[in-house]
């Protein structure tokens, strides 16, 4: 099987506000440029109808992220570059789905909690703080950082084409796809981006 046809799964967490819906905005143009079928989770679009009815308690938080991975897991076996963003505030479950799916990309969208709530892209955090929504992530309810995520997105450095490039970077270098992109603008693009990542590998 070449590169291009494998499937993965790449799974965006991070805080509410911290850029995952922004950063597959950006990735899946790259991705279908490269000649993947792609699909998105988005945790937003999910509970409005796979997750219908489930609330933010513990326990349906994890019954979103299971199927949410279930569904990533049928895609990622076709072939499929499959993307969940949501926000998977839980370690334990998330471990359980990376390893139902094994090809399995996790990425650490990252930006503090003040950078979240001054941006208040939904509105959320200034409810969440006047205690007019409960269990809200990162203020009332907790949010566990992965420990060894394949990719750091650090929203607040980075522009969301850089976050975005950083995520293709690693998938090449993870063989999930063709590094031979071509064209002289690839090119360009490839040696930008493989840059961008090694940065991320320093210490
Ligand atoms: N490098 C970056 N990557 C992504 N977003 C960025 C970046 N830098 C700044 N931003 C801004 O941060 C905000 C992120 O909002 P976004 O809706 O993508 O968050 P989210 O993680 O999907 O939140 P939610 O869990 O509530 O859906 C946007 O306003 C975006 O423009
Ligand atoms: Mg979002």
Not at 33 to 45: C, N, P, S, T
Not at 93 to 120: H, N, P
Not at 166 to 178: D, F, R, T
Request: proline content about 4%.
């Amino acid at each position: 099987m070449s590169n291009n046809d494998r499937g993965v799964t790449i799974w965006l967490t991070g805080l509410s506000g911290a850029g995952k819906s922004t950063i597959t905005e950006h990735l899946v143009p790259m991705l279908k440029a490269r000649g993947k079928k792609v699909e998105v989770l988005d945790g937003d679009v999910v509970r409005t109808n796979l997750s219908k009815g489930l609330g933010f308690s513990k326990e349906d938080r994890d019954t979103n992220i299971r199927r949410i991975g279930f569904v990533c897991n049928l895609l990622t076996r076709n072939g499929v570059v499959a993307i969940a963003a949501a926000i998977s505030p839980y370690k334990a479950v998330r471990q359980e789905v990376r390893e139902m799916i094994g090809d399995f990309v996790e990425v650490y969208v990252k930006a503090s909690l003040e950078t979240c709530i001054q941006r208040d892209v939904k509105g959320l955090y200034k409810k969440a703080l006047a205690g007019e929504i409960k269990q809200f992530t990162g203020v009332s309810d907790p949010y566990e950082p992965p420990e060894n995520p394949e990719v750091i997105c650090d929203t607040e450095r980075e522009t969301p084409q850089e976050s975005a490039a950083k995520i293709v970077a690693y998938l090449k270098k993870a063989g999930y796809l063709e590094t031979n992109a071509g064209t002289e603008e690839n090119f360009i693009e490839t040696e930008k981006t493989e840059n961008v990542y090694l940065e991320q590998e320093l210490p």
